[in-house]
């Protein structure tokens, strides 16, 4: 009876080493690995927000998400499109081309072979770091990642002012993306009709913008739209 006991529990411990490994290279094939496997960072900034982790919030995943040891994925940047480039903005160019670095990273936090949720940081003008805990637009990302057949290093995320958040690719001359938010994705396919609708978008954005300037011009009295009424135009 003892051996049969050892037996089984000798089979579980190695099925749950199989199954870790097999979820971690899954993750891999996607391109998301740890970011202590990193061997060169692109920014000098990812190294301050992995120190950041370790010290400070480290401790919040593993109490709130009851994980035994997480860490933290590679990260993506995440792009702006603020007002200036908004105002800027044409629908002939590419996103891409049109898009200004924000210094601001969204990193998905792994437990073993899971994504269990975001960690998004940035470093101020001083050097320090400030994040927000929790989200969950990365499991979403993995997916998209899954059902695109991309990896995360062919992607980058752009954040319109007053918007959510989008995953964005451009493969050749094509540029799709999809919306990434919890509160907006209903599907996780990435097409140019994404594409098409997210510029459009952003030029109702650009139209009252420049409305409330002119408002602002005439009647510094005159209503403008508040930033929940902006966020509104990504439910339509």
């Avoid at 920014?43 to 035994?68: G, T």
């Avoid at 899954?146 to 954040?159: F, M, P, R, T």
């Avoid at 999809?178 to 209903?186: D, E, I, L, S, T």
Wanted: charged share 25%; proline share 5%.
């Amino acid at each position: 009876m003892k051996k049969t006991i050892i037996i089984i529990a000798v089979l579980f411990f190695i099925l749950s080493g199989c199954s870790a490994n097999i979820g971690q290279k899954e993750l891999k094939s996607y391109g998301i690995i740890s970011l202590d496997r990193l061997t060169e960072s692109k920014s000098p900034d990812i190294p301050i927000i992995k120190e950041a982790f370790d010290k400070q919030y480290q401790q919040f995943y593993l109490r709130e998400f009851e994980s035994d040891n997480c860490y933290l994925g590679c990260p993506l940047e995440i792009y702006e499109l603020g007002e200036k480039e908004i105002n800027n903005f044409s629908i002939k160019q590419y996103i891409q081309d049109q898009m200004a670095t924000s210094r601001e990273y969204l990193f998905p936090v792994i437990d073993e072979n899971m994504i269990i949720a975001d960690f998004q940081a940035s470093v101020n003008k001083k050097g320090q770091v400030d994040v927000a805990l929790g989200g969950e637009c990365f499991p979403l990302i993995y997916e998209a990642l899954k059902q695109n057949h991309l990896s995360l290093d062919q992607c980058y995320l752009v954040a319109p002012i007053h918007g959510p958040v989008f995953l964005f690719s451009k493969q050749e001359d094509q540029e799709i993306c999809v919306n990434v938010h919890p509160n907006f994705a209903k599907t996780l396919i990435m097409n140019e009709s994404n594409t098409r609708i997210f510029k459009e978008k952003i030029m109702l954005l650009k139209e009252i913008l420049k409305a409330n300037d002119h408002y602002n011009d005439s009647d510094p009295n005159a209503p403008l739209y508040s930033p929940a009424e902006l966020y509104d135009i990504w439910y339509e």
